[in-house]
């Protein structure tokens, strides 16, 4: 692809204006929202969410998040049943994708679902992310904003890192508030399937798929560059250790043991100990409860053998 350049704008009306000229333009924009950094574009426009597929390295079978304003915006392309749109008004805006059927009309492109006969919504509450689909007035596709499979970004920078040059845009919003991508849930006949844990806890276990039918669900994920050890109480002598609780590290997720802290951590400190001279990290044991199953899913993913797909 031809290497562009890559600005970065702080948050707030002139950004906002300029990612909206891009995005009918069908150009590609890195987001802030509450959960990571968006990468958006057009998701009407095929050639748009194909430059999505582009930038990220991201395999076809793969599909995207698409974000929209509301629950009226959402009924367009997917059909709710009476379960979905009590959950929908329950949590959107906010980090809780939906996995529902494609209407035979919707106006998405098809390479947004894969291909697939279902679509995954997500309503955001970041104010940038939320100006920007008013701005835009259509739906957007916007998986995160990094090159395919590997660590999630939660700051301008992690972004820039990952895909400068490859995108017309960096929005800056801060720090991402949860730091972890939103929780995933299928729903249909009477039935609600968790598909990714996440910072919303629905209180039913993760469902065993038998293939992709949401973003995030490849075995390697979220990965660093370097080797991850899981379930260390102590480092070795070639590891940088991300500690919590009374594991300590060279930095930790959280000394209290803070699950909400860990998660909002969690993404910055892989950058971090990505960044480190040792050649292998390690993590500290998060406790399998509550947000922690979320972080646990990322950090087992992140360890998992990487194949260039996610």
């Given at each position: 692809?031809?290497?562009?350049?890559?600005?970065?704008?702080?948050?707030?009306?002139?950004?906002?204006?300029?990612?909206?000229?891009?995005?009918?333009?069908?150009?590609?924009?890195?987001?802030?929202?509450?959960?990571?950094?968006?990468?958006?574009?057009?998701?009407?426009?095929?050639?748009?969410?194909?430059?999505?597929?582009?930038?990220?390295?991201?395999?076809?079978?793969?599909?995207?998040?698409?974000?929209?304003?509301?629950?009226?915006?959402?009924?367009?392309?997917?059909?709710?049943?009476?379960?979905?749109?009590?959950?929908?008004?329950?949590?959107?805006?906010?980090?809780?994708?939906?996995?529902?059927?494609?209407?035979?009309?919707?106006?998405?492109?098809?390479?947004?679902?894969?291909?697939?006969?279902?679509?995954?919504?997500?309503?955001?509450?970041?104010?940038?992310?939320?100006?920007?689909?008013?701005?835009?007035?259509?739906?957007?596709?916007?998986?995160?904003?990094?090159?395919?499979?590997?660590?999630?970004?939660?700051?301008?920078?992690?972004?820039?890192?990952?895909?400068?040059?490859?995108?017309?845009?960096?929005?800056?919003?801060?720090?991402?508030?949860?730091?972890?991508?939103?929780?995933?849930?299928?729903?249909?006949?009477?039935?609600?399937?968790?598909?990714?844990?996440?910072?919303?806890?629905?209180?039913?276990?993760?469902?065993?798929?038998?293939?992709?039918?949401?973003?995030?669900?490849?075995?390697?994920?979220?990965?660093?560059?370097?080797?991850?050890?899981?379930?260390?109480?102590?480092?070795?002598?070639?590891?940088?250790?991300?500690?919590?609780?009374?594991?300590?590290?060279?930095?930790?997720?959280?000394?209290?043991?803070?699950?909400?802290?860990?998660?909002?951590?969690?993404?910055?400190?892989?950058?971090?100990?990505?960044?480190?001279?040792?050649?292998?990290?390690?993590?500290?044991?998060?406790?399998?409860?509550?947000?922690?199953?979320?972080?646990n899913d990322r950090l087992r993913r992140a360890a998992a053998p990487w194949e260039g797909q996610a």
């Amino acid at each position: 692809m031809t290497a562009q350049n890559t600005r970065v704008l702080p948050e707030g009306p002139e950004a906002i204006a300029e990612a909206a000229r891009l995005i009918l333009a069908g150009e590609l924009v890195a987001m802030p929202t509450e959960t990571v950094y968006g990468l958006a574009a057009d998701a009407t426009n095929g050639e748009a969410v194909a430059r999505i597929y582009e930038a990220k390295g991201r395999p076809g079978f793969n599909p995207l998040i698409i974000h929209v304003s509301d629950l009226t915006q959402g009924e367009e392309i997917a059909a709710f049943d009476e379960d979905s749109r009590a959950l929908a008004g329950a949590h959107w805006p906010g980090p809780l994708t939906l996995v529902l059927p494609l209407r035979d009309d919707a106006p998405v492109a098809a390479l947004a679902t894969a291909g697939l006969p279902t679509v995954a919504l997500r309503a955001p509450a970041h104010p940038a992310m939320r100006d920007l689909l008013a701005a835009v007035g259509r739906p957007l596709a916007a998986p995160s904003a990094n090159a395919s499979g590997r660590i999630s970004p939660t700051r301008a920078e992690h972004v820039r890192a990952s895909l400068g040059g490859r995108i017309a845009l960096i929005v800056d919003g801060g720090a991402s508030g949860h730091g972890i991508e939103s929780t995933i849930v299928a729903v249909g006949g009477g039935a609600r399937r968790l598909l990714r844990p996440g910072p919303i806890d629905l209180g039913i276990a993760p469902w065993a798929a038998d293939g992709i039918e949401a973003p995030g669900q490849l075995a390697s994920h979220y990965a660093p560059a370097k080797p991850l050890r899981l379930q260390a109480t102590e480092a070795e002598a070639d590891e940088w250790l991300i500690g919590f609780g009374p594991v300590a590290g060279n930095a930790s997720l959280s000394a209290s043991g803070d699950l909400v802290e860990a998660a909002a951590k969690l993404f910055d400190l892989l950058h971090e100990a990505d960044a480190r001279p040792a050649p292998r990290i390690a993590v500290a044991p998060i406790p399998e409860e509550g947000l922690g199953i979320a972080i646990n899913d990322r950090l087992r993913r992140a360890a998992a053998p990487w194949e260039g797909q996610a």
